[in-house]
């Protein structure tokens, strides 16, 4: 287990920032829940930097191992990564949902934020932590097939989007009705840190919300988790404008969309982080007073963002039309 001084941690922040991160590659490798495997469970679709690998090892220099960033902050070479949406047609066979960037641009991937109040709150004036290397996390339960059990966490949601800036009612379940612009999915993680591991061995342990109100409300952290970290979430638009034909989906009635284990409730969304900022650039742009666009944060163009890729290093079929997911998961 990876340990670190809070000492370490004690820097204050005044900043939220928001950026797009391109595709870097989709396909069945998970690092953090099946580290070395190949292939892992499931379809994941990845961002980040391009020393991405099946193992991650938490002494791994991501920053000087990868030549190029997805992100649009030049030196995040984080990874953030998520589960795969698919349709399943009426006759029983799935298809890849395409994802929508939300900076123009962009080809498909996660819209990050890192933030330390709520996000209508400009000002973003509490005090918080900013990561350091070899920390990582995970939130969500892949088998939670239930609204008691996705309950556990917090704010795990979608948004039927009526156009784009449609950004409520949200849900725990996959929305039940056709979206018009597509469906957003949102995975905000806890913001109470241990103070001493930069990992547990469930990826969750060392993090924790706050003991009472939320983290909007400036809640307080318990204090087995007494450090107050920045808020990540990730955004992840899915263009389900294909699948809107009703006549095509399940003869049931039931909405058509599956993650790439076989969850058909939505309850099971889920996201995985493992931090990669090069030296304290994410510190300096936290320590600066800014909101989305901070000055002097090293950003590229869409273009390198786009060019940065990765191939794939399984060899299956994960696009098209097929018979089953990737890894032969039942519809649950």
């Not at 495997?37 to 980040?48: A, L």
């Not at 934020?113 to 892949?142: C, E, H, N, W």
């Not at 109470?192 to 939320?214: F, Q």
């Amino acid at each position: 287990m990876v340990a670190l001084s809070v000492v370490l941690f004690s820097v204050l922040s005044h900043a939220l920032i928001r950026f797009q991160c391109s595709q870097l590659v989709v396909e069945r490798l998970d690092p953090l829940v099946n580290p070395g495997s190949m292939p892992s469970t499931h379809v994941h679709q990845i961002v980040g930097g391009n020393s991405f690998n099946a193992t991650m090892d938490p002494k791994k220099d991501m920053p000087g191992e990868s030549t190029c960033t997805t992100c649009s902050f030049s030196e995040d070479f984080s990874n953030y990564w998520t589960a795969v949406l698919y349709f399943r047609a009426r006759n029983g066979t799935f298809k890849r949902v395409p994802q929508t960037s939300q900076i123009s641009g962009a080809t498909a991937g996660i819209t990050v934020y890192y933030m330390q109040d709520a996000l209508y709150d400009t000002a973003q004036k509490s005090k918080v932590t900013a990561f350091k290397p070899g920390f990582r996390m995970f939130i969500g339960d892949v088998n939670a097939r239930s609204k008691a059990e996705v309950a556990h966490f917090r704010q795990l949601t979608y948004t039927c989007m009526d156009n784009a800036g449609t950004r409520e009612p949200e849900t725990l379940n996959f929305p039940n009705r056709p979206c018009p612009v597509g469906i957003m999915v949102n995975q905000r993680f806890p913001t109470c840190w241990d103070g001493v591991n930069l990992d547990s061995p469930d990826h969750m342990a060392h993090m924790a919300y706050p003991e009472s109100g939320t983290f909007e409300s400036g809640g307080p952290c318990p204090t087995s988790h007494p450090v107050r970290t920045a808020q990540v979430l990730f955004e992840v638009v899915w263009d389900t404008r294909q699948f809107n034909n009703k006549a095509d989906w399940p003869a049931d009635g039931s909405q058509p969309f599956v993650w790439s284990f076989g969850d058909s409730t939505g309850y099971a969304n889920h996201a995985d982080y493992v931090f990669g900022w090069k030296g304290d650039a994410l510190q300096k742009i936290l320590d600066t007073a800014c909101v989305v666009n901070c000055a002097g944060a090293k950003t590229q163009s869409t273009t390198n963002m786009n060019k940065c890729t990765q191939k794939t290093v399984i060899d299956e079929s994960i696009d098209g039309w097929l018979k089953s997911l990737p890894g032969g998961h039942q519809v649950s």
